[in-house]
């Protein structure tokens, strides 16, 4: 069968004229075999389908359709680590980890996996992004890693820099995806690369347009077992009642980012149903640190104080998400703080600490997405009252996308998420809030030095004991003494869908329409 291929540049210059990418002319994407077409529409168009490039919300959706990792978490036992392109592996020492890969994979490309593949893959020229600028996203948990030692075309030693009690679970996580080193070298550059990358997962991109949709087709060859879907379009529907009319219209089978509210309008028509619950993420404000406004610690406590959380999740959420005792979730296990106190309530100490700061009144900037997350803006008008109460003089502009946002100076608030790609606060917290983190390296408006060699510390301890002291320190110093951001609560993520869909939503942002996904019991 005929490869149907484009580039990213010819994509995004199809004028707006030829509509939709039309699904059914895609070769690999008609009914077939008793298979359905899935059909999935959601709020954002991912920046690029590169594992390493981006951990947007809208990356991470069409990501795991695509590729693989060595190991990777099972949603339906509590994330333990299953074998996926490495069939077993055992720990050499605290800092070597031997992996056994899987014989008779082949890329979507057809080329064979072997652990070329993986050194190239988790090696500087594809690790560390363009350039090797070391700006990639992969570098907030797999900058651990010194080298891959390939032992044969089917064993690879994994070396890091230090005790790492943590390799494992970082083999499982986000930028730690394999890609084929044939398919990269051909592509030439990382432009023509991310057009069209190769994985080995169960589904192959086939097309994407700017702003208008993903299109993949099933990989049928897929190590895993045949898709259980013939293909999927990822469709770009940002405003939610227009998801909403697409799914009681029959023309989508799944809606991403539906809100409580909502639900009602799903739960009557009887084909429908809504799915999905709290996963691990932590919905939060960024604060700019390096804003003459908020170097005074007070003030930024103050807008966390101020925030009454239980009214907040009970108006906006019904009830259905949590919120955590600091920026860490209970999965963590014995990496998790499970006495650090509670998010408080306290606007009597938020006005105090608001006068002891010496604020003046100047309006805070809030810059504001519209509804990227489910009920933000409803949300920001809520906290806008809640601070007005305590003294502070918050104040929204909106903007188009983050861009717009993370523009230099930002000197303002803004909203984010963070998901535990593996369950440890080096999976969350230290990936935003890190060195090479979002806030740190990538937006540039948070530094403390007392974080920064705490976190370094943590990552060459191995005893949970010791662990759990280092983490507690660092939660008190990005609670109280140096809050780089406010905490909202754990994210919810619910979807509208068909009830003759079979699948069933994971535990993360991720979305997984193979074979391994719940739906199909696989073991």
Request: a neutral charge.
């Amino acid at each position: 069968m005929a490869e149907f291929s484009m580039t990213r540049r010819q994509v995004v210059a199809g004028g707006a004229a030829s509509g939709l990418l039309a699904a059914s002319s895609v070769p690999g994407l008609a009914q077939s075999e008793g298979r359905r077409r899935l059909t999935v529409a959601m709020s954002g168009f991912p920046p690029a389908v590169e594992p390493v490039l981006f951990n947007h919300t809208a990356t991470r959706r069409v990501v795991p359709q695509m590729f693989d990792t060595l190991i990777a978490f099972d949603h339906a036992k509590d994330m333990a680590l299953r074998p996926a392109l490495a069939e077993r592996w055992e720990r050499i020492d605290s800092r070597a980890l031997r992996l056994h890969l899987r014989n008779g994979v082949r890329f979507h490309d057809g080329s064979p996996f072997t652990a070329e593949d993986v050194a190239f893959s988790l090696g500087p020229d594809h690790l560390f992004g363009p350039g090797k600028s070391g700006r990639s996203i992969a570098m907030q948990t797999l900058d651990t890693i010194e080298r891959v030692e390939v032992i044969d075309p089917r064993t690879v030693v994994l070396h890091a820099k230090g005790n790492d009690a943590l390799l494992e679970q970082r083999l499982a996580a986000w930028g730690a995806e394999i890609v084929g080193k044939r398919a990269f070298e051909t592509a030439g550059s990382w432009e023509k690369w991310t057009a069209a990358p190769v994985g080995t997962g169960p589904y192959r991109i086939v097309g994407q347009k700017l702003d208008v949709n993903v299109v993949l087709a099933a990989h049928d060859g897929y190590w895993g077992g045949k898709p259980p879907f013939s293909g999927i379009e990822y469709r770009i529907i940002p405003e939610l009642a227009s998801r909403m009319n697409a799914l009681l219209a029959g023309e989508v089978d799944i809606i991403t980012d539906v809100p409580p509210d909502q639900f009602p309008d799903i739960a009557r028509h009887t084909d429908l149903e809504v799915s999905g619950g709290a996963v691990q993420n932590i919905r939060f404000l960024c604060i700019d640190q390096t804003a003459p406004i908020f170097r005074d610690p007070r003030l930024r406590r103050a807008l966390s104080l101020a925030i009454d959380r239980k009214l907040f999740v009970e108006a906006l959420w019904d009830n259905r998400v949590p919120v955590p005792n600091g920026f860490q979730m209970p999965s963590f296990g014995d990496g998790y703080v499970a006495d650090f106190p509670a998010l408080a309530y306290d606007p009597e100490l938020a006005r105090q600490l608001v006068r002891e700061s010496g604020y003046d009144g100047e309006p805070i900037t809030y810059r504001l997405l519209s509804n990227y997350y489910t009920n933000q803006v409803a949300g920001a008008q809520t906290m806008i009252e809640m601070w007005r109460s305590v003294g502070l003089n918050v104040e929204i502009e909106m903007m188009e996308n983050f861009a717009q946002i993370q523009r230099k100076p930002v000197h303002a608030i803004y909203d984010s998420s963070s998901t535990a790609i593996f369950p440890d606060y080096l999976g969350q917290a230290w990936r935003e809030f890190g060195p090479n983190g979002t806030l740190p390296k990538q937006v540039g408006i948070w530094q403390n030095e007392e974080h920064f060699a705490l976190g370094a510390k943590l990552r060459d301890t191995v005893d949970p004991g010791e662990r759990r002291k280092l983490i507690r320190r660092m939660l008190e110093i990005i609670h109280n003494d140096d809050p780089p951001c406010v905490i909202l609560h754990v994210s919810g993520q619910f979807y509208g869908k068909r009830k003759n869909v079979p699948w069933i939503p994971g535990q993360t942002l991720d979305l997984d329409f193979g074979p391994f996904n719940r739906a199909f019991s696989r073991t």
